[in-house]
């Protein structure tokens, strides 16, 4: 088993390239199911969910080459399985979008129920509601979801609530039906916007991505043949953002969609931080003192996300004051906490609420990551904590963060995966 030591304390400084989004990616990937030719996907995060996917759509007749680190070209002419295989699509959430790619494409679809980080209830209903309202018919037994449908065909749904990975399924699923399907109070989230232009670029005609009405068209075919670049990952960056502050260090963040980022920097400057946007794909975040309390609520986008609410627990743990987090996403957003508690923090979490009384400094624990997000914060509180922090569950990490080790020593962190001996 591997462990990340880092050793602090750390002022980064430097600049950061953001890599590909990792929530777009494991959507477009799927998505590419729906082509009935060739494509080139570029600027593919090179992550493990990223690395799984590809094997899962190898398994399902699609042929991938590697050209270059961070893209393929994929040939999904001639799909010969509708059966994904359940131990893969078990270890990551975003299997489910192969759902509606194979309904969409073949008629039907059988995975096994997604896996993925542990953040409590995560429901699938909206997602079945929308195939149902297609025309298909959905049954789940024995771990598996299947979904079959002789016919799909288009037609107004409504989202009982706003649903990231039910607007990007339906939108799947909705591409190659006959007529026009609506997505009322559907998601914003930037991915979204993002598999649209893919799928798009392919020959889809969806309208109105990144609103919460998007209308799709159904096509006869997407003839491909086209190269797409995936968007710079807005989690990433804010993730860097968050660590600049954390660390009262200076960084430059380039490659990102500064628009993207506009909650994070307001909570930034509300702290007491600076943000300078650069021009381009690029900002200057920096922090000379230490931060003062503010309060978050997570929201959709565009609020505050919430896979940077674990970031910025660690910024508020050693805040000046009280600070109060409101997760209205996940109810198991707060298991960080415990971890940031064993080193020094005050932190009272009480559902979907944690309040976080600011300390003047961390100090280094065996920590375990909870889940994806919650490593990246646990990394922030390791640079920023006295002594050597070790790190644990990277399988964790590495599902969502490109060469995370790397990008942190060369803005002057201290940090190393070594083998854990002690096994």
């Known amino acids: 088993m591997e462990k990340l030591v880092v050793t602090g304390k750390t002022h980064l400084k ?3 390239i953001i890599s590909g989004a990792k929530n777009a990616a494991v959507a477009i990937l799927p998505a590419t199911l729906l082509v009935d030719g060739i494509c080139v996907v570029e600027n593919l995060p090179n992550i493990s969910d990223v690395k799984i ?4 759509l190898e398994e399902l007749g699609a042929k991938i080459e590697w050209i270059g680190p961070n893209a393929i070209k994929i040939d999904t002419r001639f799909i010969s399985c509708t059966s994904a295989p359940l131990d893969m699509t078990s ?4 299997s489910y979008y192969l759902i509606g790619s194979l309904l969409s494409r073949c008629h039907h679809a059988q995975v096994g ?3 993925g980080c542990k953040l409590g209830a995560r429901p699938i209903d909206q997602h079945i509601k929308g195939f149902e309202r297609l025309g298909a018919t959905v049954e789940i037994s024995s771990g598996k979801i299947t979904a079959h449908a002789d016919t799909l065909v288009g037609t107004s749904i409504y989202m009982d609530i706003v649903s990231v990975g039910a607007t990007i399924n339906i939108m799947l699923a909705s591409v190659l039906a006959k007529g026009t399907t609506i997505i009322e109070n559907a998601a914003k989230e930037p991915h979204i916007v993002d598999v649209a232009n893919f799928l798009n670029t392919m020959g889809a005609d969806i309208r109105g991505a ?3 009405v998007i209308k799709i068209n159904g096509v006869d075919r997407l003839p491909g043949n086209a190269n797409y670049s ?3 990952d807005q989690i990433e960056a804010g993730t860097f ?5 954390a660390s009262r260090g200076d960084l430059i963040i380039k490659n990102c969609i500064t628009k993207h980022l506009e909650p994070v920097t307001a909570k930034i400057v509300e702290m007491g931080a600076f943000v300078e946007d650069l021009g381009g794909d690029s900002l200057h975040v920096w922090c000379n003192k230490r931060p003062t309390k503010v309060n978050i609520k997570t929201l959709p986008y565009p609020g505050f996300p919430t896979d940077l609410q674990p970031q910025m627990g660690v910024i508020l743990s050693t805040a000046e004051g ?4 409101n997760e209205s996403i996940w109810e198991s957003r707060f298991q960080y906490t415990e971890e940031l508690n064993k080193m020094g923090a005050h932190i009272t979490a009480q559902g979907k609420s944690a309040f976080f009384e600011g300390v003047e400094s961390l100090s280094s624990s065996p920590v375990y990551a909870t889940d994806l997000r919650a490593g990246a914060a646990l990394i922030i509180a390791g640079i920023i904590a006295e002594g050597s922090t070790e790190i644990y569950n990277l399988e964790h990490i590495d599902r969502g963060y490109e060469n995370i080790e790397e990008k942190f020593r060369k803005l002057g962190a201290k940090i190393e995966r070594v083998e854990d001996t002690s096994c």
């Open 14 to 16: 430097g600049e950061v």
């Open 53 to 56: 996917y590809c094997k899962i």
């Open 91 to 94: 270890k990551f959430r975003a």
């Open 113 to 115: 129920m997604p896996g």
């Open 210 to 212: 990144g609103t919460d």
């Open 230 to 232: 995936v968007v710079p």
């Open 241 to 245: 953002m968050l660590a600049a502050v």
């Open 322 to 325: 009280t600070s109060i987090i």
